[in-house]
């Protein structure tokens, strides 16, 4: 038997006709309500790091060191942080949440034009998290493109890859800046993870996630618990709720402040902080 395949998109699944309960293939039962943040009120006293990008890069040494010691800790503690001030416009966020709005609105033709079928293709886009291994589908589509140390995007819709390229060079500087700090605040140069990891050539990766409306949100994934293998990720969101983040055994929604960047320590990274630890 041929195995189940999901829906062509996501998108398209829930803009169906009076869809009122989602496929069975989309229902996940690795799913525990008590996981939900809803049932935690103990979750009011968590708090995500906030981390004042302007006093991280400010020239008064004082300031710095605590914005330096504040991201360690932050680094630490939970591996997750917010990082307001940063510098990037909230005019550019808001081209790219809107120009990627209207990427996923492109008719399903188009988009098939570079669908992709391998993870090192530089450009995709598809559905679900790994079709070919899930039990069960994730309510999510996607576009996965590589930015550096080869620029790509898509062509579609016009002005998309423009407001791209201008937002990959801003937050590229955002990240050196965030390892600066973490290189200091490991003991290290400041300049020490730049160059021990080549960043002038080290891949820089868009990732747009999609959610649909779901009918039966309490039934289905957006994503699977996982965690990210690079070095940084810097996360925009356009404040509908739903992210969480795991932190000493709890699931934390993640309650963005406006114009603020999340941010994940990677696998990567982590190991460094390890090796630092044992040398």
Same mark, same amino acid.
Request: hydrophobic residues 35%; glycine residues 6%.
């Given at each position: 038997?041929?195995?189940?395949?999901?829906?062509?998109?996501?998108?398209?699944?829930?803009?169906?006709?009076?869809?009122?309960?989602?496929?069975?293939?989309?229902?996940?039962?690795?799913?525990?309500?008590?996981?939900?943040?809803?049932?935690?009120?103990?979750?009011?006293?968590?708090?995500?790091?906030?981390?004042?990008?302007?006093?991280?890069?400010?020239?008064?040494? $004082?300031? +710095?060191?605590?914005?330096?010691?504040?991201?360690?800790?932050?680094?630490?503690?939970?591996?997750?942080?917010?990082? &307001?001030?940063?510098?990037?416009?909230?005019?550019?966020?808001?081209?790219?949440?809107?120009?990627?709005?209207?990427?996923?609105?492109?008719?399903?033709?188009?988009?098939?034009?570079?669908?992709?079928? %391998?993870?090192?293709?530089?450009? +995709?886009?598809?559905?679900?998290?790994?079709?070919?291994?899930?039990?069960?589908?994730?309510?999510?589509?996607?576009?996965?493109?590589?930015?550096?140390?080869?620029? @790509?995007?898509?062509?579609?819709?016009?002005?998309?890859?423009?407001?791209?390229?201008?937002?990959?060079?801003?937050? +590229?500087?955002?990240?050196?800046?965030?390892?600066?700090?973490?290189?200091?605040?490991?003991?290290?140069?400041?300049?020490?993870?730049?160059?021990?990891?080549?960043?002038?050539?080290?891949? $820089?990766?868009?990732?747009?996630?999609?959610?649909? +409306?779901?009918?039966?949100?309490?039934?289905?994934?957006?994503?699977?618990? @996982?965690?990210? %293998?690079?070095?940084?990720?810097?996360?925009? $969101?356009? $404040?509908?709720?739903?992210?969480?983040?795991? @932190?000493?055994?709890?699931?934390?929604? &993640?309650?963005?402040?406006?114009?603020?960047?999340? &941010?994940?320590?990677?696998?990567?990274?982590?190991?460094?902080?390890?090796?630092?630890?044992?040398?």
């Amino acid at each position: 038997m041929a195995p189940i395949q999901p829906a062509s998109t996501v998108k398209i699944l829930s803009e169906s006709p009076n869809l009122n309960s989602i496929p069975s293939t989309y229902v996940n039962s690795t799913i525990n309500p008590s996981d939900s943040p809803a049932s935690d009120p103990d979750l009011d006293s968590y708090s995500i790091p906030t981390i004042d990008f302007s006093l991280l890069t400010s020239t008064d040494p $004082q300031q +710095r060191s605590e914005a330096i010691d504040n991201l360690g800790k932050a680094c630490q503690d939970w591996g997750f942080f917010m990082v &307001v001030n940063h510098g990037i416009p909230e005019s550019l966020i808001k081209e790219v949440i809107d120009g990627t709005q209207g990427f996923f609105n492109l008719a399903e033709e188009e988009k098939k034009e570079i669908e992709g079928k %391998h993870v090192l293709d530089p450009i +995709r886009c598809g559905t679900s998290f790994n079709t070919s291994k899930e039990k069960a589908f994730f309510w999510i589509d996607y576009l996965k493109v590589f930015l550096h140390p080869q620029f @790509h995007f898509p062509t579609k819709p016009k002005g998309y890859s423009d407001i791209a390229s201008e937002y990959c060079e801003k937050t +590229r500087e955002v990240a050196k800046k965030l390892l600066s700090g973490i290189s200091q605040g490991l003991g290290l140069e400041e300049c020490f993870l730049d160059k021990a990891l080549d960043m002038k050539s080290g891949f $820089q990766v868009f990732i747009a996630n999609l959610y649909p +409306r779901c009918p039966q949100p309490e039934l289905a994934l957006g994503m699977p618990p @996982h965690s990210h %293998h690079g070095l940084l990720t810097l996360i925009i $969101q356009n $404040q509908v709720g739903g992210l969480q983040v795991q @932190h000493q055994g709890k699931w934390i929604p &993640v309650n963005a402040l406006p114009n603020s960047l999340l &941010v994940n320590s990677g696998d990567h990274l982590e190991q460094w902080k390890v090796q630092e630890q044992y040398t």
